[in-house]
């Protein structure tokens, strides 16, 4: 059973729970830097429910037991900040929704919460379809498409109208590459370790930094100019533009502040759903009784016309598609907490300051949970067995006060898109492929999900019992595993933590 107890006085706390040793000046940064995800696994798989790791001199805490992600996310969201210290910076998006805390997150959540309540999310379904209609328009039978770039713009163009009112369609391209630079460009273990801020075009903060620039100049154009609008718009800007800074009564937001929330709105709302569905394609692609089972009931539900929103809660197979794929590729595949103040966990006391971290990949991987964790089994979500998943166990979108805001609209925008386009085509990805793992601050494929468009065949005989066993990151070959990017020194640069 876990105990827990909060404790503000400042004592002598004893040690951390045990780790890999740590190098000196270093830490533990190389070994995991060869394979992040399978070092994760492996972490928890030789220290069990929390173990510390060192960033350079640093301790990170990782935590892996539902129990422990429910207490930081849900039972005492207070006592855990998203960061630090505010270190305003121009690679960081440091006054986000992602990034501040207290009565100021709670008062900026609360001003655009509308935009994503129940009616205006549903509000927001024709202009989904209508953008996936105009992208599959491109498509046709035969066609080799990138299924994470077409993703990448559909979701970038359905973001833009839904919260802004603009049509992001003539700067697809350019904000595409701008956003690949900003969140691919890696911090070196240097920069990372002595958090050197060198401007030039070699090192990964002048990469970040000459991409931010050119994000916040169409960022901070948008704001003036809808300062000088006087038209009507019932969208996320107006109502930050009418919101309070929540530190001081009456005090609106400044430019820098409402840049910071649009910035993170549009890099977190489009990059997370297209990540979602490109994994959900290649996982349907690889295991055709499953595709099967889920054009099945796109034919029942559907009769060959396109998915309207009444149409979503018989889509019950489609919903749990997306949750399973979701559970292997978590799209947010880590997040860190601060400790704000001491508190203990099963006899373990820890310190205020302490870094907690937390992981989707690893708890969505748990055998004693899972029990096959490595296959695609969408009919562990039924209402059955989804019911007995513990609280903490599956958390894509995070959890508590702090749950994506954004998730009612990542989600519907999934379910529609799914449907649509595996109703009309079969997206197949050569079995031979391997997309590797790119775990900079999302969970991206290292290559490209590509596949032909082939038509949608009638119903396979013979394919109900067919599995495949997803490939874990701990078995890939070495080359794969020199691959992956160094995700966590990605993620704590990106939100300087």
């Known amino acids: ?9 400042t004592k002598t706390m004893p040690a951390l729970p045990p780790g890999p040793r740590p190098w000196p000046m270093i830490g533990n940064m190389l070994a995991f830097r060869q394979d992040p995800l399978g070092y994760l696994q492996q972490l928890q798989r030789t220290y069990g429910d929390m ?22 996310l849900v039972e005492h969201p207070r006592d855990f900040t998203s960061r630090e210290v505010s270190q305003p910076d121009e690679t960081t998006a440091s006054e986000g929704l992602l990034t501040i805390d207290g009565e100021k997150h709670r008062q900026q959540r609360r001003a655009v919460q509308p935009a994503f309540h129940k009616k205006q999310v549903e509000g927001y379904a024709s202009v989904i ?43 697809l391209d350019a904000l595409g590459r701008t956003f690949d630079e900003m969140i691919g460009s890696q911090a070196g273990i240097l920069d990372t370790l002595f958090n050197l801020r060198v401007d030039n075009p070699v090192t990964a903060y002048g990469k970040r930094l000459a991409a931010m620039r050119k994000m916040n100049m169409s960022i901070y154009t948008l704001i003036a100019q809808r300062r000088g609008d006087t038209s009507e718009h ?39 759903t297209a990540i979602a569905l490109a994994w959900s394609f290649y996982l349907l692609s690889q295991h055709p009784h499953v595709r099967e089972k889920l054009q099945d009931e796109l034919r029942r539900v559907l009769a060959g016309r396109a998915p309207t929103l009444e149409d979503l809660p018989k889509l019950t197979y489609t919903d749990w598609v997306l949750s399973e794929s979701m559970r292997l590729y978590p799209p ?48 562990r979500w039924d209402s059955e067995h989804g019911q007995q998943v513990p609280s903490g166990a599956y958390f894509p979108f995070g959890g508590g006060p702090r749950t994506c805001i954004g998730m009612p609209l990542a989600q519907l925008e999934a379910r529609l898109i799914l449907a649509t386009v595996m109703q009309r085509f079969q997206p197949e990805v050569p079995a031979s492929y391997q997309p590797g793992f790119n775990p ?16 949608v065949s009638p119903k396979e005989e013979g394919r109900g019992g067919e599995r495949r066993v997803v490939v874990s990151p701990s078995i890939l070959s070495l080359n794969e595993r020199r691959g992956c990017r160094t995700a966590l020194l990605d993620w704590l640069s990106f939100f300087r933590l």
Not at 2 to 8: F, Q, R, S, Y
């Open 234 to 272: 019932n969208d996320v800007l107006s109502m930050l533009l009418n919101a309070q800074d929540g530190s001081t009564p009456g005090k609106p937001l400044t430019d820098k502040q409402i840049h910071d929330h649009i910035l993170t709105f549009i890099a977190a709302g489009h990059e997370t």
């Open 1 to 9: 059973m876990t105990t827990v107890a909060n404790d503000t006085e």
């Open 440 to 455: 900079v601050i999302t969970l991206r494929p290292k290559h490209n999900v590509k596949a032909r468009l082939m038509p």
């Open 129 to 171: 379809m209508q953008y996936t209609e105009e992208a599959l328009a491109q498509w046709h039978i035969g066609d080799t498409v990138d299924l994470n770039h077409d993703m990448q713009e559909l979701t970038l163009r359905i973001i833009g109208k839904c919260l802004f009112d603009i049509d992001f369609a003539s700067q």
């Open 332 to 379: 947010a595949w880590i997040q860190g907490r601060f400790a704000a103040t001491n508190f203990e966990l099963d006899g373990v006391r820890f310190q205020a300051g302490t870094r907690i971290m937390l992981s989707q990949w690893v708890m969505h991987r748990l055998p004693e949970i899972w029990g096959d964790p490595l296959v695609f089994r969408p009919e």
């Open 51 to 72: 173990a510390t790791v060192y960033l350079g001199r640093i301790p990170l805490v990782f935590l892996f037991k539902p129990e422990y992600v429910r207490y930081v």
